[in-house]
């Protein structure tokens, strides 16, 4: 998960031809995993126990099969004590001081696809930072789109840029949202994001994780 400090990396992974928005390759995502789980002489099994991810799950992402939602990769991240930036390939390194700003450009964030949520990265090129900012299309339509809630550990600020956007939580309640409106929530809460609008919602999505489930610096 993300570290205390940030310092400023280019990014690994270059942009497309046609000067789009750079998408992660899950393959070399779970290459990156596979790598870490194995450094830490851990079989599938055991990171299974420790994560409370179905070995099948962590198989099929090792292989880049499938794509992880946050709250898996915050489960793998906290049972291998690393960051999101190892998994993503990036060496998160210690900062001496104050790390410099990082501009990320409009349509330029980079992309992470999901089943139910396109994920846009910002500030991709900051290793090591305590939040994970993110730009996020909603496609997910309905509740049973998931098959189960997402929970992850942290605090999640949620911004609605456009359309119309439902935020249901295990606990039954649902927060219908339409655009300018926010929603803070600990994330431990289960909890899911469906577009209601006639068009996919367009969201601004900030995850902070708590200091006690945060991972020491990845070696």
């Known amino acids: 998960m993300p570290n205390l400090k940030a310092q400023r990396k280019q990014p690994t992974i270059p942009l497309e031809r046609d000067g789009a928005a750079p998408h992660i390759d899950h393959k070399a995502v779970g290459g990156h995993l596979r790598q870490a789980r194995k450094s830490r002489e851990l079989t599938l099994m055991q990171l299974s126990e420790r994560s409370g991810i179905a070995v099948s799950t962590i198989s099929k992402a090792e292989r880049g099969d499938i794509a992880l939602t946050y709250d898996k990769f915050a489960a793998l991240a906290h049972a291998l004590g690393v960051d999101f930036d190892t998994i993503f390939g990036r060496t998160p390194s210690r900062s001496s001081g104050p790390f410099e700003p990082t501009l990320t450009r409009s349509g330029k964030q980079l992309i992470y696809d999901t089943p139910n949520y396109e994920y846009g990265m910002i500030a991709n090129d900051l290793v090591g930072k305590r939040m994970v900012p993110m730009r996020a299309h909603i496609r997910a339509r309905a509740l049973n789109d998931f098959p189960d809630y997402i929970r992850h550990s942290g605090e999640e600020f ?62």
């Open 158 to 219: 949620v911004f609605l840029l456009q359309g119309k956007l439902e935020l249901h939580f295990e606990s039954g309640s649902v927060f219908k949202l339409e655009q300018g409106d926010s929603l803070y929530f600990d994330s431990a809460q289960g909890h899911v994001y469906i577009s209601t609008g006639a068009t996919e919602a367009e969201v601004l999505v900030c995850c902070v994780d708590t200091d006690d489930h945060r991972p020491p610096q990845s070696l």
